[in-house]
């Protein structure tokens, strides 16, 4: 069974640009997690999305929005890039109801 | 609110010595308890899990972790250390299934031949 598969792998933009990142579960999981991951702050939990519902939400600022589509795959979009928005954006992927989550390779940004 | 401590950002060991890598959280609920594992350029792969029922679980590439609810710890434990274990190593709580995962700071496991 394939894993999950975040696009791109690496993306390079400029402060004040909008980016949006993807993310394809593993077959038959229905729930998406997104998470970010920085030097500095570490692995924070940006939000979750279940049945195309956003379910849970971390503690990011408005310009940090996502959505599931109804095949499960959800995308992530951060507006009016920042610095501070350069991070690994991990996705992981679980069935319904299991505790275990699974990481995709991540989608590294780097906003100049 | 669920937190997660790793006490010790880097350790390490020689090749064959024990690993030992400590994780102390604090929940409100029974927790479920996470290892997991980042190789350079790569995303978390899970090593092991704690849910309910044995508190001494064992996982993958040898690790196993105990976990000891009157200290809230979760410590991860190899008897003989391999240079591929070289690597991140996060410990993470979740306060039921399928929720946010709180992760702990990271321990960088370095290898010595």
């Known amino acids: 069974k394939a894993g999950v598969t975040q696009t791109p792998r690496y993306l390079i933009k400029t402060r004040g640009q909008q980016v949006t990142l993807s993310c394809s579960p593993i077959s038959g999981h229905r729930s998406v997690s997104w998470y970010q991951q920085t030097p500095g702050q570490g692995l924070q939990f940006l939000f979750e999305?279940?049945?195309?519902?956003?379910?849970n939400k971390g503690n990011f600022p408005g310009r940090f929005s996502g959505r599931q589509f109804s095949n499960s795959r959800s995308e992530m979009n951060v507006s009016t890039l920042e610095l501070g928005d350069s991070a690994l954006y991990l996705c992981?992927?679980?069935?319904?109801?299991?505790?275990?989550?699974?990481f995709g390779p991540g989608t590294r940004l780097l906003v100049l | 609110a669920q937190s997660v401590t790793q006490l010790g950002s880097h350790v390490s060991v020689s090749e064959g010595a024990l690993v030992l890598l400590r994780c102390n959280y604090s929940s409100s609920v029974p927790p479920y308890l996470f290892w997991y594992v980042q190789y350079p350029n790569q995303g978390l792969q899970l090593l092991l899990k704690?849910?309910?029922?044995?508190?001494l679980v064992k996982g993958i590439n040898g690790f196993e972790a105990e976990f000891k609810k009157s200290e809230t710890s979760f410590h991860l434990t190899k008897p003989s250390a391999h240079m591929s274990d070289a690597a991140e190593y996060f410990c993470a709580v979740s306060e039921r299934a399928g929720n946010m995962l709180t992760f702990g700071g990271g321990t960088r496991l370095m290898v010595k031949p």
């Open positions: 999305y279940f049945s195309e519902t956003q379910r």
């Open positions: 704690y849910t309910t029922g044995a508190t």
């Open positions: 992981a992927s679980s069935l319904p109801h299991v505790e275990t989550q699974y």
